[in-house]
């Protein structure tokens, strides 16, 4: 493990299993902790015995922490039809392959495997990864990596007043700017910089008094598919895991891994639900409003 000497990192060992080749460490930024897990699956180990000790150290991890990496070689082709237990084992614990290239390249064979996923939980803010080329003469494997947002910067969070234009009163609002006198507010203005500041004013004035409004929060970072109960969900699930952390009780225990669960299956429907709906729509919206297309298209690239 090569890193920074400036990044905050600590070794996490009583996260990793003696049954197994793995890893665990922990960065620290002002905004976040993220867990970073590195295994190697010899092809002489049981891939059921290796995969009930992951599911064990992830357990332990999400007990504390729900942003995680796991990456490494774990002697499992991710490009074919993996077992129904590995499938679960990923599912429940919220987490998903990032890479889809072959990263094994079988030089006798000809044939090709992904063996080196990066599986990460949603709550990890990626921006890129890729397979890295490396010379066959080296190694029969590709380098993978991955680029994420830690936190080093802000959060690109931001408080937005919105217009509620369905409960607006428009008689009143014709009625004020029937009376306003425009004429006097350009024409007595020194210069059009000051007119326009004028207009501008009385309008919004006008508006705020007939158009109700309300503060919204923009997340920028979000998922494109995250809702309003989604979020609510995810933060009774954060605070029954600082509950846990302060009883350690077997009750709360299991309150704060119901919740886990359930956000899980939450954050897989409203996915699978978006992208339904979207590619339903998509279409139409291309020939109704090409603005809202491109927003839409721009949001996926």
Same mark, same amino acid.
Request: charged residues 30%; contains cysteine; positive net charge.
């Given at each position: &493990? ?5 990044? $905050? ?13 793995? &890893? ?9 902790? /993220? ?7 010899? @092809?002489?180990?049981?891939? @059921? *015995? ?5 599911? &064990? &150290? ?6 504390? $922490?729900?942003?995680?990496? *796991? ?13 129904? $237990? /590995?499938?679960?084992? /990923? ?18 064979? %000809? ?8 599986? @990460? ?16 003469? /080296?190694?029969? !494997?590709?380098?993978?990596? @991955? ?20 409960? %607006? ?14 004429? !006097? ?13 004028? +207009? ?73 639900? +978006? ?24 949001? !996926?690239?």
């Amino acid at each position: &493990m090569y890193y920074k000497s400036l990044i $905050n990192i600590i070794r996490r060992v009583d996260l990793e299993h003696d049954e197994v080749e793995s &890893m665990w460490f922990e960065i620290k930024t002002k905004l976040r902790s /993220i867990l970073i897990n590195i295994n190697y699956r010899s @092809v002489r180990q049981s891939s @059921v *015995c290796f995969w009930q000790y992951f599911d &064990m &150290m992830l357990k332990r991890a999400l007990d504390e $922490n729900n942003s995680i990496i *796991c990456l490494g070689d774990l002697n499992k082709n991710f490009m074919s039809d993996i077992s129904s $237990n /590995i499938r679960d084992i /990923i599912f429940i614990n919220g987490l998903i392959n990032i890479i889809d290239k072959p990263t094994h390249f079988d030089t006798r064979t %000809g044939n090709t495997s992904l063996l080196d996923p990066i599986l @990460v939980t949603d709550s990890i803010p990626v921006v890129d990864k890729d397979t890295i080329p490396i010379d066959r003469g /080296i190694s029969d !494997h590709d380098g993978t990596y @991955v680029t994420i947002n830690c936190g080093f910067t802000s959060s690109r969070t931001y408080k937005r007043k919105i217009w509620d234009y369905k409960n %607006g009163d428009f008689d009143l609002m014709n009625q004020k700017v029937l009376r306003t006198n425009w004429e !006097h507010l350009i024409s007595d203005a020194s210069n059009i910089n000051v007119a326009c500041t004028n +207009f501008t004013n009385s309008l919004l004035g006008i508006a705020s008094e007939c158009i109700p409004t309300r503060e919204v929060v923009v997340r920028c970072d979000d998922k494109i598919w995250y809702n309003s109960n989604l979020r609510r969900e995810m933060r009774k699930r954060d605070r029954f895991r600082k509950l846990f952390l302060r009883l350690k009780s077997s009750l709360a225990d299991l309150k704060f891994k119901q919740q886990r669960n359930k956000v899980n299956n939450m954050k897989k429907q409203a996915k699978k639900h +978006f992208y339904a709906s979207l590619n339903e729509n998509l279409d139409e919206i291309k020939q109704a409003n090409p603005k809202q297309y491109w927003k839409i298209i721009n949001m !996926h690239i």
